[in-house]
């Protein structure tokens, strides 16, 4: 675990994975389909994990495709905005589009629709993952969806090779959104493949129950993956917080309680909260709590990029707050 936590400590991460444009229904509250205003912003998983390491102090720098396109520019420009290194990123012409996401800043029988069709990040070649200089970063992330599809799916393996080549830790947030995939078998063996070649796994309940085949087996798969020496897991499960399983421990946290107008983003923040903390030096259980605080901070707002904490908003939060639920 040592040689992985001194690797985040370089606060350098190569990420893989997708970027989008996210549209949001405002004023808050407003239903989509009663909303006459949309704000657009960054989006995509990936993409958010980047922005909110770089709001957080850390260099981030994102692997991917966008399309040739308006849309594909547009993320490029809310990338570079929020200071996220767009060098690795290829514009693809055609057919292919950058995935879109609209959604509303409500709880209430909330809606996201999500437009994938065509969508560019599959198109990750092995050309495309070979670009970067590996020994230059701390560590690597990737999201589930790259794995959906190929050549994504060939060229993200791929860059866990090269990244193992020059001792470069892989850090993996399952991501399983099922519209992504042919079917559930497929997504099965493909993200446990993924998670037995990483050195960091976060997920939550959900995701864990399927990589064993049984939503009743989650922590049990879990637990499986974290005997794996060095190896960090993080099983989260909502509102119930989270355990961390590593070095034959379980680190149980809890969260910080919200005034929630949406579910999306909170995994997203929490990955650059936890990354954040451990590169700043704090140990395991309170980079945790910031990870939760940092998703608290993402939920209580509308969109997903833009309600990334700054250091500066994170430390104000948890100055303010009461403190998380008990473990």
Same mark, same amino acid.
């Given at each position: 675990?040592?040689?992985?936590?001194?690797?985040?400590?370089?606060?350098?991460?190569?990420?893989?994975?997708?970027?989008?444009?996210?549209?949001?229904?405002?004023?808050?509250?407003?239903?989509?389909?009663?909303?006459?205003?949309? @704000?657009?912003?960054?989006?995509? %998983?990936?993409?958010?994990?980047?922005?909110? +390491?770089?709001?957080? #102090?850390? !260099? $981030?720098? =994102?692997?991917?495709?966008?399309?040739?396109?308006?849309?594909?520019?547009?993320?490029?420009?809310?990338?570079?905005?929020?200071?996220?290194?767009?060098?690795?990123?290829?514009?693809?012409?055609?057919?292919?589009?950058?995935?879109?996401?609209?959604?509303?800043?409500?709880?209430?029988?909330?809606?996201?629709?999500?437009?994938?069709?065509?969508?560019?990040?599959?198109?990750?070649?092995?050309?495309?993952?070979?670009?970067?200089?590996?020994?230059?970063?701390?560590?690597?992330?990737?999201?589930?969806?790259?794995?959906?599809?190929?050549?994504?799916?060939?060229?993200?393996?791929?860059?866990?090779?090269?990244?193992?080549?020059?001792?470069?830790?892989?850090?993996?947030?399952?991501?399983? @959104?099922?519209?992504?995939?042919? %079917?559930?078998?497929?997504?099965?063996?493909? +993200?446990?493949?993924? #998670?037995? !070649? $990483?050195? =960091?796994?976060?997920?939550?309940?959900?995701?864990?129950?399927?990589?064993?085949?049984?939503?009743?087996?989650?922590?049990?798969?879990?637990?499986?993956?974290?005997?794996?020496?060095?190896?960090?897991?993080?099983?989260?499960?909502?509102?119930?917080?989270?355990?961390?399983?590593?070095?034959?421990?379980?680190?149980?946290?809890?969260?910080?309680?919200?005034?929630?107008?949406?579910?999306?983003?909170?995994?997203?923040?929490?990955?650059?909260?936890?990354?954040?903390?451990?590169?700043?030096?704090?140990?395991?259980?309170?980079?945790?709590?910031?990870?939760?605080?940092?998703?608290?901070?993402?939920?209580?707002?509308?969109?997903?990029?833009?309600?990334?904490?700054?250091?500066?908003?994170?430390?104000?939060?948890?100055?303010?707050?009461?403190?998380?639920?008990?473990?």
């Amino acid at each position: 675990m040592n040689a992985l936590i001194d690797a985040i400590r370089k606060n350098s991460f190569l990420v893989f994975g997708r970027a989008g444009m996210d549209m949001f229904a405002t004023p808050e509250g407003t239903k989509s389909e009663h909303a006459e205003n949309f @704000r657009a912003d960054l989006g995509g %998983s990936s993409a958010n994990i980047c922005a909110g +390491l770089c709001k957080l #102090g850390a !260099e $981030s720098a =994102l692997v991917t495709s966008v399309s040739d396109d308006a849309v594909g520019r547009f993320c490029l420009n809310r990338l570079r905005h929020y200071g996220v290194d767009t060098r690795y990123i290829r514009s693809i012409g055609g057919e292919y589009r950058t995935s879109l996401a609209v959604y509303e800043s409500c709880i209430e029988d909330f809606q996201n629709v999500i437009y994938r069709n065509n969508a560019v990040d599959f198109q990750v070649t092995n050309e495309d993952v070979d670009q970067p200089d590996y020994a230059a970063f701390g560590a690597l992330i990737t999201a589930g969806t790259v794995f959906a599809a190929q050549p994504s799916r060939g060229s993200t393996f791929r860059a866990f090779e090269n990244a193992r080549k020059v001792g470069m830790p892989v850090i993996f947030d399952i991501d399983y @959104r099922p519209y992504s995939w042919v %079917s559930a078998q497929d997504a099965a063996e493909v +993200l446990s493949r993924a #998670g037995d !070649e $990483s050195d =960091l796994i976060v997920g939550n309940d959900e995701e864990f129950g399927f990589m064993a085949g049984d939503m009743d087996k989650g922590l049990e798969k879990a637990r499986e993956l974290a005997r794996r020496p060095g190896r960090i897991v993080i099983y989260k499960m909502g509102q119930h917080g989270a355990i961390t399983l590593a070095d034959g421990q379980e680190i149980r946290t809890g969260i910080y309680p919200v005034t929630a107008v949406k579910p999306n983003g909170a995994g997203d923040s929490f990955m650059a909260g936890l990354l954040a903390g451990l590169a700043e030096g704090r140990d395991l259980r309170e980079a945790v709590l910031r990870g939760s605080a940092c998703a608290s901070i993402v939920v209580s707002q509308p969109g997903c990029a833009p309600a990334m904490p700054t250091t500066a908003e994170l430390e104000n939060f948890l100055a303010t707050h009461p403190g998380p639920t008990a473990a």
